[in-house]
């Protein structure tokens, strides 16, 4: 076995800055424009995005059928990474 073989390999450390953005609609039912918007503007507060477009937590699905969230569709994303920084 050589040196090299026997060094354990060293892996660095980054910090990698990432960003994503989405968006879509909801279908919900409400009396007014007003209503509709105050009510998903809550569920993304709280919830986020990600989680009206596709739902997978139990309390949030139950959360949108209590508000008569009918369904989301995403209709963008963008998704990247910022920059990456070299850790010590």
């Given at each position: 076995m050589t040196k090299q073989e026997?060094?354990?390999f060293v892996k660095n450390t980054y910090?990698?800055?990432?960003?994503?953005?989405?968006?879509?609609?909801a279908l919900i039912?409400?009396?007014d424009e007003e209503e509709a918007e105050e009510k998903i503007e809550e569920l993304?507060?709280?919830?986020?995005?990600?989680?009206?477009l596709y739902p997978s937590d139990k309390s949030c699905?139950?959360?949108m059928q209590e508000n008569a969230v009918?369904?989301?569709?995403?209709?963008?994303?963008?998704?990247?990474t910022?920059?990456?920084?070299y850790i010590q």
């Open positions: 026997s060094m354990p910090r990698v800055f990432f960003s994503e953005e989405i968006g879509g609609y039912d409400a009396s993304v507060q709280y919830w986020g995005a990600d989680q009206l699905i139950k959360e009918k369904k989301g569709k995403q209709t963008h994303g963008e998704r990247g910022i920059s990456v920084e």
